[in-house]
């Protein structure tokens, strides 16, 4: 499990891929989009192919934290024609905006069916070590900052409670006719998130950012990982 | 080596205490301090200027805390700070309990020196497991025992309210401002620097303390987070426990990536931790005592619907406004209160809705307070009474004719002791402030829980309903 901590620390790295972020998520139980890289269109089409159809696509840079901005993201991409064509769109808006991109590849993922879009995340806390954070994705967390923190370890009752903390709620229940989030589901991820960073106490940062929050269960669509700069 | 429960139990509960380095430039504040202990207080002072002013108070001096004829539980030392670290080292020798290191220029000037000398106290102490209070504090008050740090605060009266804080002066004003609110603390311990003893140690001793009701602590900082908050996680468990947190820590200036580690500020982070740990925040010295005091003074109820009596129609509603601010729902009362209440109640520049706008009921007949009483505590739509007490109309008259007051003291007392139902008042000041301050000290000395206004009411009444019955 911290084979990808070890390759990370290795290359004197702080910052991982989402392929590895999600690779450490999936193996701690977490539910994650299963994300591929390909270093190639070629090995970029196998991957959608066996994943199936239709994929998201995402450039893999260690130089690039905010894939949107430098285009780098391609959703719903819905067959091989497409890929090839997207990955090359994604290669262009990429060059053009970022001066030696140092580009590993795009990440292949499926297209998660979407839910409320809810923010899960830990940070270190210089008093208390790991903290967990739960709000709403988008606007409501960037720029309301509706969100709940609590100290890890959390207990059931803490996820429950700092899940209906959140101005926002009402939004998660099911408003105006949205089906209604499945509540366990996020409080199981929080609880899941609580021992992965008992468990990691190099994860200096995480945000599951989105993640979609439907009335079958919790999905995180996309994952950032930052370790501790001091081991 | 840690503090035993026994050695902390000597320093915290002492039957004997010196006093070393007192002098008359402090007007020997510290020896004055403890006219009042119950038990045997020597003087530690080796200035021979300083020895004969020290015995004209009648308190025995010696050079040494070792001469001393009887086992010391608990000093005070107020030395310079080259000098502490020596006497810690007496200290240990004499088996004394506890000390508290009045002592500053430590750790917290930064500056190498009061680095160093902090670590030499911390090295000769920590093997002893000497109950070692501070550096840079105020120390012990038991006002049961008469310990004291300050002349003006209560000695010979028995509190029950546990108060740990990081600061000297706010646990001062708690214990000098809390009595002027009839609360008095069972122990109260200002611990500086903590370096031996933290505030984790002391809420374990309140935890289990039988003479501690209630825990409020004033805090800024943690230097073991963790095991602060499994320690409340614990103590608030077993007692309901206040949190007063000052100040903003700085966020280590490191490169920040993620939107969760952004939306992370201190007082986040702290404001999360309380509610966590089943504590509630307060803000600031006036919100403590009103939070102590309602958790102390009005029962727990789970329910959040009120029901208000004023004593005009403009207060009515000013009254409902501030509780429901405060997150409570002032209902309509049940038919069989209208029904009854309609049999006597004035509605001539009145009414009975809720608020209740009785004055003038009231007025006509005092009786009619304990009808009202008995109607809203049979009442299923009410969960809790609150009161507005007219300092405007009525302190002046309670003054001339105080067999009212005391009529009005005992309705409100009567309903107190035959509900289950939280009870609070208000009582705002007015043009007669010193009339109404003279009555809100008797309600006090009473035991009914009063505010100087509606909103501070409200708030005290919603934090404390938070807090788990103990």
Redesign the interface.
């Known amino acids: 499990m911290t084979d990808v901590i070890a390759a990370a620390r290795a290359a004197n790295r702080t910052i991982l891929s989402e392929v590895e972020a999600k690779q450490l998520l999936a193996e701690a139980g977490i539910n994650v989009t299963e994300t591929r890289l390909a270093t190639s269109i070629d090995e970029a089409a196998a991957h959608a192919a066996e994943l199936g159809y239709p994929v998201a696509l995402k450039v893999v840079s260690d130089k690039i934290t905010h894939k949107t901005d430098v285009g780098g993201v391609e959703l719903g991409v819905a067959d091989e024609d497409a890929l090839r064509a997207a990955c090359e769109r994604i290669h262009e808006r990429v060059t053009a905006a970022v001066d030696d991109p140092q580009a590993q590849g795009v990440s292949v993922q499926p297209m998660a069916e979407p839910g409320a879009e809810v923010i899960l995340g830990i940070t270190q806390d210089q008093q208390f070590g790991p903290v967990l954070m739960f709000g709403l994705g988008g606007v409501f967390v960037e720029v309301l900052k509706d969100v709940a923190f609590r100290i890890v370890p959390l207990e059931p009752r803490d996820a429950a409670e700092m899940v209906r903390e959140i101005q926002g709620f009402p939004l998660l229940e099911g408003f105006r006719g949205q089906p209604a989030a499945n509540l366990e589901a996020i409080e199981s991820m929080l609880l899941q998130l609580s021992e992965f960073a008992e468990a990691n106490p190099e994860i200096a940062e995480l945000d599951l950012n989105p993640v979609f929050a439907r009335p079958d269960g919790a999905i995180a669509v996309d994952a950032r990982i930052l370790l501790t700069s001091d081991s | 080596m840690a503090v035993t429960r026994e050695r902390l139990t000597r320093a915290l509960a002492p039957k004997v205490v010196a006093v070393i380095g007192d002098k008359k430039a402090s007007g020997y504040n510290w020896l004055r301090s403890m006219k009042e202990f119950d038990g045997p207080v020597y003087s530690v002072q080796v200035d021979e200027n300083e020895i004969p002013g020290i015995e004209e108070l009648g308190i025995p001096n010696y050079k040494s805390l070792t001469d001393i004829p009887d086992q010391v539980d608990f000093a005070v030392c107020a030395v310079p700070r080259q000098v502490a670290p020596f006497i810690v080292q007496g200290c240990v020798e004499a088996n004394v309990g506890g000390v508290t290191l009045f002592t500053s220029g430590f750790a917290e000037t930064g500056e190498d020196i009061g680095v160093e000398l902090q670590n030499k106290i911390f090295e000769i102490a920590d093997p002893s497991g000497l109950a070692l209070i501070g550096p840079n504090c105020m120390g012990l008050h038991v006002p049961g025992l008469g310990v004291r740090f300050n002349r003006d605060q209560p000695a010979g009266v028995q509190g029950n309210i546990g108060f740990v804080s990081q600061s000297g002066t706010h646990g001062m004003n708690f214990s000098l401002t809390g009595a002027a609110h009839g609360l008095y603390c069972s122990t109260l311990v200002s611990f500086g620097n903590g370096i031996i003893l933290e505030a984790a140690d002391y809420l374990e001793y309140l935890a289990d303390d039988p003479q501690t009701e209630v825990i409020g602590m004033y805090i800024e900082?943690?230097r073991d987070?963790?095991r602060l908050?499994k320690t409340l996680r614990e103590v608030a468990a077993k007692k309901p426990v206040i949190i007063w947190k000052g100040g903003q820590?700085e966020?280590?200036g490191?490169a920040?990536?993620?939107?969760?580690?952004s939306?992370?500020s201190d007082q986040?982070?702290w404001?999360?931790?309380i509610?966590?740990v089943g504590a509630v925040a307060v803000h600031n010295l006036d919100e403590m005592i009103d939070v102590v005091k309602a958790t102390l003074l009005t029962k727990r109820t789970q329910g959040n619907r009120l029901g208000l009596i004023a004593m005009t129609g403009g207060q009515s509603v000013v009254l409902t406004d501030a509780f429901e601010k405060a997150g409570w729902k002032v209902p309509t009362l049940s038919d069989e209160s209208y029904a009854q209440l309609s049999e006597f109640f004035n509605i001539i520049g009145g009414s009975y809705r809720n608020p209740l706008d009785a004055a003038g009921t009231i007025g006509q007949d005092p009786k009619h307070l304990d009808t009202i009483f008995d109607i809203l505590n049979a009442d299923e739509n009410i969960d809790a009474v609150g009161m507005e007490l007219s300092a405007t109309f009525m302190a002046r008259r309670w003054q001339d004719k105080p067999e009212e007051f005391d009529r009005l003291i005992g309705s409100l007392k009567k309903f107190m002791a035959e509900s289950g139902k939280p009870f609070l008042a208000a009582l705002h000041p007015s043009h007669v402030e010193e009339a109404a301050l003279t009555a809100r000290m008797r309600l006090q000395e009473e035991g009914i829980a009063t505010f100087p206004s509606f909103e501070r009411a409200a708030n005290a009444l919603q934090k404390a309903s938070r807090l788990a019955a103990v």
């Open positions: 900082g943690a987070g963790q908050f820590t966020g280590g490191r920040i990536r993620s939107h969760t580690a939306l992370a986040a982070i404001e999360a931790m509610k966590q």
